[in-house]
């Protein structure tokens, strides 16, 4: 599906956008692959490593999603929008509330509004565990930025056949201000610091996580929340798995941050259908009409969450042990080392 179209990836010169860039340069052959991002730098060092002249589809686009007259223009021709940017640090948005809300909720508006009016096909928009029932600053404006989305199927979107979506899903094991590579720096002092020993969190590669988005772009009606089914760790499980021999200390919560994460809601879970490897809840407005419109329609089977179920990192049948995760661990400290390792200042021009 993604073969000979034009897709635009905002933030894409994050972890995600870079791995998606991979990801699609390897197992498609797009006409215009556009990565949309405001850091020149990390634009520049990406075109170190894809370069225009061995990838002529690629397009490097600087530009923020705060402008929307930049949107306008850059999203003219394009087929998919993959929208990946966001401000996502839990206690920077809980001391730049500001900020957050101008990037994550009116960027969003900028998104939808450029998309219609340039007749894009499909926007996939990444969203995170911290939305559903939001408890920090973050959260609730990624909530936000999810309701947009599904709304816009309700607007001009629908006679401009647009379909918006969202995916959903946890922590990234080994992106870019993860806790990974922060306990490998940390465990050379012999200290892991611990929020709370009771910590858990669901986590996904981000090699899984594109092509997730990739699948669900592909099965998208319009106004769907697709979520991952994926596993569960515990904190002191992947402190165990950084240094089994690090002292643990525990210094308490942060602003703003749950003690287990939830990918899905006891209330949205009545509006969704689960399949083998997701859960896709329905924007159907509570009333349940269309709750098996992705029943029998050439996916796999499904069936409605049964009454008073919730999807929590605490109540996970799929748990990852120390083992697993030492094994997962090992191979991000070495991808982390060649990525910091890449870039001298010497590559960086004046």
């Known amino acids: 599906m993604l073969n000979n179209k ?3 990836i905002t933030g894409g010169t994050g972890s995600f956008g870079k791995k998606m860039v ?3 340069l390897a197992e498609f052959k797009p006409k215009r692959l556009v990565v949309f ?11 170190q490593k894809w370069s225009l002249a061995k990838y002529p589809c690629l397009e490097y686009v600087l530009g923020d999603i705060r402008d929307k007259d930049r949107l306008m223009r850059v999203f003219e021709g394009i087929d998919y929008v993959v929208h990946a940017a966001a401000l996502k640090q839990v206690p920077a948005a809980e001391r730049n509330p500001e900020e957050y809300i101008k990037t994550n ?7 939808i509004d450029a998309a219609i009016t340039n007749k894009v096909g499909r926007v996939v928009a990444l969203s995170t565990d911290k939305a559903c029932n939001p408890v920090n600053l973050y959260g609730a ?3 936000c ?8 199927n309700d607007s001009e979107a629908a006679r401009h056949n647009t379909r918006f979506l969202v995916v959903r899903y946890g922590n990234v094991l ?5 806790v990974i590579p922060f306990f490998q720096e940390r465990a050379k002092t012999g200290v892991l610091p611990i929020t709370d020993f009771n910590m858990t969190r669901f986590w996904i590669t981000l090699d899984q996580a594109v092509h997730f988005v990739i699948m669900s772009l592909v099965r998208a009606k319009g106004g769907e929340i697709f979520v991952p089914r994926i596993p569960s760790m515990k904190i002191t499980d992947l402190a165990k798995a950084v240094d089994p021999d690090c002292r643990h200390e525990i210094i308490g919560i942060r602003p703003g941050e749950k003690v287990h994460e ?10 969704a259908v689960q399949f083998k490897e997701c859960f896709i809840v329905q924007h159907n407005h509570h009333l349940r009409k269309n709750l098996f419109e992705h029943i029998g329609s050439g996916y796999l089977k499904g069936q409605p969450c049964p009454d008073g179920f919730g999807y929590s990192s605490d109540n996970n049948t799929d748990w990852m042990k120390v083992e697993d995760l030492r094994s997962l661990v090992s191979k991000i400290a070495d991808d982390y080392s060649i990525e910091r390792s890449r870039w001298s200042m010497d590559d960086v021009p004046e």
């Not at 991002?37 to 075109?47: I, T, V």
Request: glycine share 6%; charged share 25%.
């Open 262 to 271: 939830t990918l899905l809601s006891e209330d949205e879970a009545r509006n």
């Open 141 to 143: 404006t990624k909530l």
């Open 105 to 111: 909720v009116i960027g969003a508006m900028n998104i």
């Open 37 to 47: 991002s405001r850091d020149e730098l990390k634009q520049f060092e990406m075109a």
């Open 22 to 24: 991979q990801i699609v």
């Open 145 to 152: 930025s999810d309701k947009l989305f599904v709304a816009a």
């Open 174 to 178: 080994g992106s870019r201000g993860s």
């Open 6 to 8: 034009n897709i635009l």
